[in-house]
């Protein structure tokens, strides 16, 4: 294949994409990722997935601190590539960058646009309790996940998947499906769909503490945030003061004894928390410093001595 590209990724989710384009024999002319970030206890810098796959398959990479970086543009420039492709970047791109490439950019992003355009789109599908989502590869204009719709292709949620574990699986789907379609795309073969403005949803970054579960919550929209959450922030409650991480839970079904949102009881062994409507059984929990044990491990660890309450947000 004659096209040159140039790949933006940072996390895991964009490492399927880049292989598989390398794969399927694409030249990529360069691989642009975050800067190597500190990390763990130590702070000792770690790069990001994209950076680390890359340069095990022997591709260029640049890591500009900011894409007003003229060093950065110019080799861009002058890598004469006829399109870019972005997955998880993690960085809003400007005009006079989607302007280099011949082509301009195309994007992949984990969900059914334009629903959940922005940067939590698969934690949002779980926390609205969507029955599916997917990924979208669509072209890139100025304005976040807004450009037009080249392909989808549909994920059902099931209901245990955490944000991790669909993750997996969209990233799959979307470095499939690119290579699908990019050949063609490329060869202006496929003509986009303008994305129906009255029918879209947006979320924005996930902060640490929205992981603090809420008291104005169903339990059922309680367990989808446990879900939602994980692997992070993690969802938590306030234990004696303390973040109680909760990595699985399930509602209560037909459990009717009545009690303040905050409650706590062991209901069946187990430690259970009361929310707006219904209760939250804890199945798997986390103490500061611990480590994830059961549910009944934790009321056992108590000798079922549980205060009368959790901190809800």
Request: proline fraction near 8%; hydrophobic fraction near 45%.
């Amino acid at each position: 294949m004659s096209e040159r590209l140039a790949f933006f990724g940072s996390p895991e989710f964009a490492v399927p994409t880049l292989r598989a384009l390398h794969a399927a024999g694409h030249d990529i002319a360069l691989v642009v990722t975050q800067p190597d970030r500190p990390a763990g206890r130590g702070g000792r810098l770690q790069p990001p997935p994209v950076k680390t796959a890359a340069l095990e398959l022997g591709l260029a990479v640049m890591q500009p601190a900011t894409m007003r970086d003229e060093g950065f543009r110019t080799t861009l420039r002058e890598a004469g590539v006829d399109a870019g492709v972005v997955a998880a970047y993690g960085k809003l791109l400007p005009q006079a960058v989607l302007d280099l490439p011949r082509r301009g950019f195309v994007n992949v992003h984990a969900s059914l646009l334009p629903r959940w355009r922005g940067a939590s789109p698969i934690a949002a599908a779980i926390l609205a309790g969507d029955p599916v989502t997917g990924v979208s590869i669509m072209e890139m204009v100025l304005e976040m996940d807004a450009g037009p719709v080249i392909s989808q292709v549909e994920e059902p949620i099931r209901p245990d998947d955490t944000t991790g574990t669909l993750e997996a699986r969209i990233a799959g789907l979307g470095a499939q499906e690119l290579v699908r379609v990019l050949p063609d795309w490329l060869a202006g073969q496929l003509q986009a769909t303008p994305q129906d403005e009255r029918l879209v949803t947006t979320c924005g970054l996930l902060r640490k503490e929205d992981g603090h579960l809420r008291a104005s919550m169903t339990a059922q929209e309680a367990e989808r945030a446990v879900r939602a959450y994980d692997p992070w922030p993690g969802a938590f409650v306030l234990f004696e003061g303390q973040p109680l991480r909760i990595w699985r839970g399930e509602v209560l079904a037909g459990e009717a004894r009545a009690a303040e949102a905050g409650a706590l009881r062991v209901i069946g062994g187990e430690p259970a928390v009361r929310f707006a409507e219904g209760w939250l059984a804890l199945r798997e929990v986390q103490r500061p410093g611990g480590r994830r044990i059961a549910g009944r491990a934790f009321v056992a660890g108590l000798r079922g001595q549980l205060p009368a309450g959790v901190g809800l947000a």
